[in-house]
C-alpha cells in the first residue's frame, strides 16, 4: 500500500531530509512511524500526501507512483487519503458538521449523503451532539477527533496522522490511539507519526523508526 | 421533466456557493459597502455623463425639425416670377412654409449684419439674389425625404442654387461626437479601475484564508472549487455596485431635473428630460457583474495556484 524505494528529499538550502528510505507498509497495516525531531517523519508523512516530493528515489501509494504526478490530478489523489495534524486544521468560522462534511462538499456528493455520513462520522468519533458547535467551544479531545472525523468521512483507504496526540494528555491520548484502531479493523490502512513512546510500547503494531533521515536498524535508546 | 440528479446537485452547490459569498459580504458590512461604493461612483459617472450626452443629441434630433432650405433665385428673375414660383412651391406637400425675400430685403439684411455699407455703395448693381426659405413639412424630415426635396428643388429653372442649413447642427453633432468618446474613453478607464479595485479586495479576501485554502487543498479541493466563492464574491460587488450606481444616478439627475427644466423653458422648447432608468437599472449591474468576475477572475487565478500547504 506504502512503498517506498531509496527515497531521498532534500531541500532548496541543502539540508538532506531523507537519505535512501526504503520501506514498505502492507495494505491493511497499521504502523507508528517514530523518531527523534528531525529524523525526517513528517516530510515522510508530506511525500505520501503529495505535499512535497522526493527528490529521488519512487514513492508508490496504493499503486500509484508519485514521482512524476501530474498536479492538477493531486485533488483527486489527495481524497484517497485521510490527513490528520496535530493543530487539527479545523475552519474556526465553520461548524463542526460543515468541517466534517468538508471533504464530501468537496467531492460533490449529493445533500442528504453528506448528511448520513457526516451523521456517521461523528457518531463514531463520539460527537453527534456536537454538530451545531463552532470548533472553539470544543475541548483539545474534542477538536482533534473532529479532524479524525473529517479525515475518515469519505472513507479512505490510508489514514496519516502527524502527531495526533501531541497535545493531549495520556487518556485522551489512548482514547484516540484506540479510535485509530477502529478504523484500521475495518481494513483502512494507518500510519501515525509520534513520539509518544510510552503509549505505543503497549501497542501491539509496528513501528518504523526514523534515525537521520533512514530507517534505523533497531529502537534507539 | 426532471433534471439528472448531478445537474441538479451541481446547480445547487453553486446556489450555495453563491449565497455563502453574499453571506460573507454581510458579514463583514462596513469594508464591504466601502468596496461597492467605490464601484458605484467609478459606474456612476460615465452612465450619468451617457445619460446627459443622450439627452442632448434627442434636443439636437428635434432641431433637425427646424431644418430650413435657403433658395437662391436666378438673379435676372422678376418679382412677379418669382412670387409665382413661391406660389408654386406652397402647393407642394413636404413644405410647410415658406418666406419670399427680395433681393433689396437681401441687400438691407446683408448690410445691417456685414457692416460693409461703404463697400456695398461702389457697387453699379445690387449683387444679391432674392431668396426663398423653404420649411420643409414635418412628417418629410427623414433624410432621404429632404434629400428629394433638395433635388426637386435644385432642378427648379429658377432656382440658381439650393442650401441645406444645416452647418451648425454638424457642428453640434460633432461636438456631440467629440464629447461621446470623451464619455467612452472615461467609461472604459473607470471600468478598468473597477476591475482592479475587485481584483484587490479579492486577492486581499485570499490572503485572509491562505489557512482555510490550504486545509481545502489538503483535503482534495481542486482550484476551481476553492475559485468559486471568490468570483462569486466579485460578482456580488459587481451587481451590488451597479445598483448603487443606478440609485446615484437617479438621485443626482433628480438634483439637476429642476434647474434643467428652468434652462429648457427658456428655450421655450418642450422637451423631456430622459433618465432611461429601466435601460440603466438592467444595464449598470449587468456591466458591473461582469466586471467583477474578470476583476476576480484576475486574481484568484495568480494567487490561489500559489498557496500550497507546506
Known sequence: MIRFTDVYKRYPNRYEALSGLSFHLEKGEMAFLTGHSGAGKSTLLKLIALIERSTHGQVLINNQNLTRFPIRKIPYYRRQIGLVFQDHNLLHDRTVFDNVALPLVIAGENHREIGRRVRASLDKVGLLGKERNLPIALSGGEQQRVGIARAVVNRPTILLADEPTGNLDPDLSRDIMELFEQFNQVGTTVFIATHDLDLIQTMPYRQVILHQGRIAPQVPT | MRLPTFVTNYLLRHLQTMLFSLGQLWRQPFASLMTVTV????????????????????????????????????????????????????????????????????????????????????????????????????????????????????????????????????????????????????????????????????????????????????????????????????????????????????????????????????????????????????????????????????????????????
Open chain 2, 39 to 310: 464601484i458605484g461612483i467609478a459606474l456612476a459617472l460615465p452612465a450619468g455623463l451617457y445619460v446627459l450626452l443622450q439627452n442632448v443629441n434627442n434636443i439636437s434630433d428635434q432641431w433637425d425639425n427646424a431644418s430650413q432650405i435657403t433658395l437662391f433665385l436666378q438673379q435676372d428673375l422678376s418679382q412677379k416670377q418669382a412670387k409665382e414660383l413661391s406660389k408654386k412651391l406652397q402647393k407642394w406637400p413636404d413644405i410647410a412654409q415658406l418666406d419670399y425675400q427680395t433681393a433689396d430685403q437681401s441687400l438691407i439684411e446683408f448690410r445691417q449684419l456685414s457692416g460693409l455699407g461703404n463697400l456695398l455703395d461702389t457697387l453699379p448693381d445690387n449683387p444679391l439674389p432674392a431668396i426663398i426659405i423653404v420649411y420643409p413639412a414635418d412628417e418629410n424630415l427623414r433624410p432621404d425625404a429632404i434629400g428629394s426635396l433638395l433635388a426637386r428643388l435644385e432642378e427648379l429653372p429658377q432656382v440658381e442654387q439650393v442650401q441645406l442649413d444645416m452647418e451648425w447642427l454638424q457642428r453640434l453633432r460633432s461636438i456631440n461626437k467629440t464629447i461621446q468618446r470623451g464619455i467612452t474613453i472615461l467609461g472604459l478607464l473607470l471600468s478598468l479601475s473597477v476591475l482592479l479595485v475587485i481584483g484587490n479586495t479579492i486577492r486581499l479576501a485570499i490572503l485572509n484564508r491562505q489557512s482555510e485554502i490550504r486545509v481545502m487543498k489538503l483535503v482534495g479541493a481542486t482550484d476551481r472549487f476553492i475559485r468559486r466563492p471568490f468570483l462569486y464574491t466579485g460578482f456580488w460587488y459587481g451587481i451590488l455596485g451597479g445598483l448603487f450606481a443606478w440609485f446615484t444616478l437617479l438621485f443626482t439627475l433628480g438634483l439637476l431635473t429642476g434647474p434643467i427644466h428652468e434652462l429648457i423653458g427658456h428655450y421655450g422648447s418642450d422637451f423631456n428630460l430622459q433618465w432611461f432608468t429601466a435601460y440603466m437599472l438592467m444595464t449598470l449591474p449587468m456591466i458591473g457583474a461582469l466586471l467583477g468576475i474578470s476583476g476576480a477572475w484576475l486574481a484568484v487565478g495568480r494567487h490561489i495556484h500559489m498557496i500550497e500547504p507546506d
